[in-house]
């Protein structure tokens, strides 16, 4: 009697344990809204949600890349922007310095286009953060250099960036150019040089050698609007990458908050079963001890 008695109570005390740790984790469901704790309770679904948390952590990262690409694209454009607004004005002073004007309007436009030319070396120097923006992918680099002669007059330009241009990861392998590549900058060094030959033939009076460099400035300006162009559809491309991947990153969100909550309807449902059955097996046990305990006695 006393061993079917004591078996009674093991398995009695087992059932209210199971039902205590089953009530204590429902609790812990509804509470948190969450189902997962730890990787025993869902071996299967803490595996996916692991694997769609290392997406997330590498999607947030090449977020962080395309703002970063984005915002070099934008500052590059600006600064080819600024340009063409001095090219379009060097081209207007090679026709009137072309035509039959007196001397003291082409010492005026030589001392334009002399302005022109240091502006658009500053433009060309321009650096947002510490990175030169038509340095190619050598950043830390001032792209321009320029050799003056004894009255301080800038007399060449040269480009002394790197051949090939900055590249961004933005995910999945692929990447963007968010500046100008060596080709391009070396072109604005150019011209920068018809700047001073422009300069040079206004302040020698020189009309052909004014009108000469005509041509050379319309090539420039159409090397400029193409580089423009360029950063136009870099900067769609990446807004269009930042879409994508804001739109899977809430994708994931979703994913992961299926996999690791609780269905709080279900949940509280089990959890007042739980509850009564708990408090049921609680008085049977306490009735069962009593009587064995009685029995024992007797």
Do not use: H
């Not at 008695?5 to 205590?20: E, F, G, H, R, T």
């Not at 590498?58 to 934008?74: E, F, P, R, V």
């Not at 580089?227 to 559809?233: D, H, N, V």
């Amino acid at each position: 009697m006393r061993l079917t008695s004591a078996s009674m109570n093991d398995q009695l005390i087992a059932q209210l344990q199971q039902l205590n740790s089953q009530q204590t984790t429902l609790q812990n469901e509804v509470s948190t809204g969450q189902r997962i704790f730890q990787p025993g309770d869902d071996p299967l679904a803490v595996s996916q949600v692991a694997a769609d948390q290392m997406e997330q952590s590498a999607l947030t990262q090449a977020g962080k890349n395309a703002d970063t690409a984005l915002a070099a694209s934008q500052n590059t454009t600006a600064g080819l922007n600024q340009i063409k607004a001095l090219s379009d004005r060097a081209s207007e002073l090679a026709v009137l310095g072309s035509g039959t004007i007196g001397t003291s309007s082409m010492q005026a436009y030589a001392t334009e286009a002399n302005q022109l030319l240091e502006q658009a070396v500053t433009a060309g120097n321009s650096n947002v953060a510490g990175n030169y923006l038509f340095a190619g992918n050598a950043l830390s680099t001032s792209p321009f250099t320029v050799t003056r002669d004894a009255s301080g007059q800038i007399t060449a330009v040269a480009y002394a960036g790197s051949a090939n241009s900055a590249s961004v990861p933005l995910g999945n392998g692929a990447s963007v150019q968010p500046s100008t590549d060596g080709t391009t900058n070396a072109a604005l060094a150019a011209f920068m040089n018809q700047l001073v030959a422009l300069r040079n033939g206004l302040q020698a009076g020189d009309t052909t050698a004014t009108q000469a460099t005509a041509a050379p400035l319309t090539t420039s300006s159409d090397t400029i609007v193409n580089a423009l162009s360029e950063q136009g559809a870099v900067q769609s491309r990446i807004q269009i990458t930042q879409t994508q991947q804001q739109s899977r990153l809430t994708e994931l969100g979703q994913e992961i908050s299926n996999a690791s909550s609780a269905d709080l309807p279900s949940t509280i449902v089990k959890l007042n079963q739980t509850s009564q059955a708990y408090q049921a097996a609680l008085a049977a046990s306490s009735k069962f001890m009593s009587t064995s305990l009685l029995d024992y006695l007797k």
